[in-house]
C-alpha cells in the first residue's frame, strides 16, 4: 500500500520572512520600562518625559523598518508592499509601547502623500514617520465638529508677503498641539460656499508666529488635547495640499485613514499604560482576581454570560479584520472598514463598563491609588472611552455614515 503524499509546504514568502523579522527584532530590542507612567492612548501624552520616552521608541521601529514600510523609499519609507499590517500584528502582539505621534502616521501623512507636492512631501513625510515631528489636526473648532463643513477660521491675504496669507480663527480639541511642530489644517478661503469656499494647508505650531496653544483638562485629569488660536498668523501658499477651494475632497482623505477606512495601511501597534490588557483577556484575568461575595467574580453566571457576550463581539471584529483583506467575501467595499471605528470604540466602552461593575466598590479608586484594581486603568479606560466614540465622527455621525453609503438609506 502506498502511503499517502507529503503534504506540501509553501514556499516561504518575503511576507513571512519580515513577520520573522519583525518577531526577533521587537523581542531583542523591547525597550526598558518606561520611567514614568505611560497614557493608555497617544492622544492623553501629557508629559515631556512621556514624549521623550515614545518619541525615542518611534524612532527605533522607524529605523528597523517597521514604521512607514510602505511608504516609497524616496518619502523615508521602504518601498514594500504589504509590509506594514505584518509590522502592525507583530508590534500589537509584542505588547511593545504604541507609536506616539498617531496623527501624523494616520491622518497627515495619507494626506500629505496623496494631496502634497512633490517637494512638501520629500521634506514632511521623513521626519514624521521617524516621530522626529509630532503633528496635529486643525478640524474641529467651538460652533464645528460634525458639521465640519461650517469651518469658521479663514485665510486673507498677507499685505506684506503677496500671494501668501495670514489665519485668524479658533480650533478645539486639537491633540497633541502642545507638542506638535506641524498642524493639517482646514480652513475657509471663501465664505460664498460652504464646502467650495474650503481649503487644505499644512502649519507650523511651535514657534510659529500668531498660534497660542491652550491645554484642556479632560475628565481623567489628563490634558492630551488643546485649543488652538491663530491671530495672523502667517500661511504660506507653497503648504497648500489640493487646489483653492479644494478643501474638502482632501479632507475626506485624512478621515477615511483616520476611521481606518483609507487605502494606506497606517503605522500603529502597540499598547499603553502597562499592567492593563484592555480586551477580553484582561477583563477574565480581572474577574479571576476579584472576588464577589466571597468567590473569585469570574464563578459569577450572570457576570459570566456578559464576559461570554463581549468575547463574541471582540472574535466578531477579529474575523471581520481578516475578512476585510479578502475582497470577495464582502459585498461592498467599505461595509467593514466604515464598521471599525464604531464597532471597535464601542466594544472597548462596554469591556471597560464591565470591568468596572467587576472591580465593585474598587473601581472608584483611581490612579496613584495603590488599593486600585490593576493600579485603577480601568477607570480610566472607562472614562477614556467616551472620547473615543467621539473623536474622528461620533458614534451617531458613523452610523449616518454606514446607513446612507452602505445600506444605501435616504440621507436623514
Ligand atoms: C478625545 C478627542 C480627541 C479629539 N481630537 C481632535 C483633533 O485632534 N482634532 C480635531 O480637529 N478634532 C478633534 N476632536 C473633536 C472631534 O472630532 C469632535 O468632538 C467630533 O467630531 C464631534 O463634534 P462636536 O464635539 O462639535 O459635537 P457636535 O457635532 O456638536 O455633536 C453633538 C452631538 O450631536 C450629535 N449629532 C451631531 N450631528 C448629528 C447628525 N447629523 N445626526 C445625528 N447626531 C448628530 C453628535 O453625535 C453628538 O452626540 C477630538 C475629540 C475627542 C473627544
Redesign the pocket.
Known amino acids: 500500500m502506498t502511503s499517502p503524499p507529503e503534504p506540501k509546504s509553501e514556499p516561504r514568502t518575503e511576507h513571512d520572512e519580515f513577520r520573522e523579522y519583525c518577531r526577533a527584532w521587537l523581542r531583542d530590542n523591547r525597550p526598558p520600562p518606561a520611567p514614568v507612567r505611560l497614557p493608555q492612548h497617544p492622544?492623553e501624552t501629557m508629559t515631556r518625559a512621556q514624549l521623550d520616552y515614545l518619541q525615542a521608541w518611534q524612532r527605533r521601529c522607524y529605523d528597523a523598518g517597521l514604521v512607514g514600510a510602505d511608504y516609497p523609499v524616496e518619502y523615508g519609507g521602504r518601498g514594500h508592499k504589504g509590509f506594514q499590517r505584518i509590522a502592525n500584528e507583530e508590534m500589537n502582539r509584542a505588547r511593545t509601547p504604541f507609536l506616539v505621534n498617531m496623527?501624523g502616521l494616520g491622518m497627515a501623512a495619507p494626506t500629505i502623500y496623496h494631496h502634497a507636492q512633490e517637494e512638501l512631501k520629500r521634506e514632511l513625510l521623513p521626519p514624521l514617520l521617524s516621530g522626529e515631528q509630532i503633528w496635529?489636526?486643525?478640524?474641529?473648532e467651538p460652533g464645528?465638529?460634525?458639521?465640519l463643513a461650517s469651518v469658521q477660521a479663514s485665510l486673507t491675504p498677507d499685505p506684506s508677503a503677496p500671494g501668501d496669507y495670514l489665519l485668524n480663527g479658533h480650533?478645539v480639541?486639537?491633540?497633541l498641539a502642545h507638542f506638535a511642530q506641524w498642524m493639517i489644517l482646514l480652513v475657509r478661503t471663501s465664505r460664498e460656499h460652504k464646502h467650495k469656499g474650503l481649503s487644505y494647508y499644512v502649519v507650523p505650531v511651535e514657534g510659529h508666529r500668531g498660534v497660542t496653544v491652550r491645554p484642556l483638562i479632560k475628565m481623567t485629569g489628563e490634558a492630551g488635547?488643546n485649543e488652538v488660536i491663530f491671530e495672523d498668523t502667517p500661511v504660506k501658499d507653497a503648504w497648500r495640499l489640493g487646489a483653492t477651494g479644494e478643501g474638502w475632497s482632501v479632507a475626506m482623505t485624512t478621515l477615511l485613514h483616520e476611521r481606518g477606512a483609507g487605502p494606506l495601511v497606517t503605522p500603529a501597534g502597540g499598547v499603553g499604560s502597562e499592567g492593563l490588557a484592555h480586551n477580553v483577556r484582561g477583563l477574565v484575568t480581572l474577574a479571576r482576581e476579584q472576588r464577589r461575595n466571597g468567590r473569585p467574580a469570574a464563578e459569577d453566571p450572570q457576570l459570566r454570560a456578559r464576559i461570554a457576550a463581549l468575547a463574541i463581539r471582540e472574535r466578531g471584529m477579529l474575523e471581520n479584520a481578516k475578512r476585510a483583506r479578502s475582497g470577495a467575501l464582502v459585498e461592498h467595499p467599505m461595509r467593514l472598514p466604515l464598521q471599525v471605528k464604531l464597532a471597535s470604540t464601542e466594544l472597548a466602552q462596554d469591556l471597560a463598563a464591565a470591568a468596572l461593575e467587576v472591580e465593585g466598590p474598587a473601581a472608584s479608586l483611581y490612579l496613584s491609588d495603590e488599593r486600585a484594581p490593576v493600579g485603577g486603568q480601568w477607570a480610566l479606560a472607562y472614562m477614556n472611552s467616551f472620547?473615543?466614540t467621539?473623536?474622528?465622527?461620533?458614534?451617531?455621525?458613523q452610523r449616518?455614515i454606514l446607513g446612507e453609503r452602505v445600506l444605501g438609506l435616504p440621507k436623514?
Open positions: 492622544i496623527v496635529c489636526q486643525g478640524f474641529s464645528s465638529g460634525s458639521d480650533k480639541w486639537t491633540s488635547f472620547g473615543a467621539i473623536a474622528a465622527g461620533t458614534s451617531e455621525i449616518n436623514s
